[in-house]
């Protein structure tokens, strides 16, 4: 009988001692403005971001802005898919990979006719990172970014390249 006692015992122990912690599952959904940029350009950008675990999470970013000759244009949507680094779940370090469709004017000043709009629509992809910061109840977060990719179709006015930033406050669902 302490045969099968300790016996017993023992399967319990060791079966045990290999359970796995799950983290939290709550608040898988992240909304944010980008305050940064709307303090410096009056761009209104949102986020969104869902978190496939803890340390993966993919999203995206929809941004409007007033004026069409800004550095990105006037409208932009585009996804990301970012991996933390961080030891907290779902914070810290990150690094990203992005995709951006966005439009704009472009004024060219040509030498005989003066200053010229020229329309554009074209597609980015580029790398980012950043860090962000959770509150301990995980419901508040305060980011900041940034991120440099190549435009895959530019026009002949166009840059090549393009970059984002910003300073980022977000709510957890």
Do not use: C
């Not at 959770?134 to 026009?155: C, D, H, V, W």
């Amino acid at each position: 009988m302490n045969k099968f006692i300790f016996t017993t015992l023992l399967i319990f122990a060791t079966t045990s001692s290999f359970a796995q912690a799950y983290y939290n599952d709550d608040n898988s959904h992240e909304v944010k403005l980008n305050i940064g940029q709307f303090l410096i350009t009056t761009t209104v950008e949102l986020g969104y971001e869902y978190y496939i675990n803890e340390d993966t999470s993919i999203g995206g970013t929809i941004y409007f802005d007033g004026k069409s000759t800004d550095y990105n244009g006037n409208f932009g949507i585009g996804p990301n898919l970012r991996a933390y680094f961080g030891f907290e779940p779902k914070s810290g370090l990150f690094a990203e990979v992005f995709g951006l469709y966005y439009t704009g004017d472009d004024d060219v000043d040509t030498q005989n006719i003066g200053t010229r709009n020229y329309d554009y629509s074209t597609i980015a992809l580029g790398l980012g990172g950043g860090y962000k910061w959770a509150t301990r109840s995980q419901k508040f977060t305060i980011e900041l970014n940034g991120g440099f990719g190549r435009n895959i179709n530019p026009e002949d006015f166009q840059d090549d390249f393009m970059f984002r930033a910003g300073l980022s406050l977000g709510f957890r669902f």
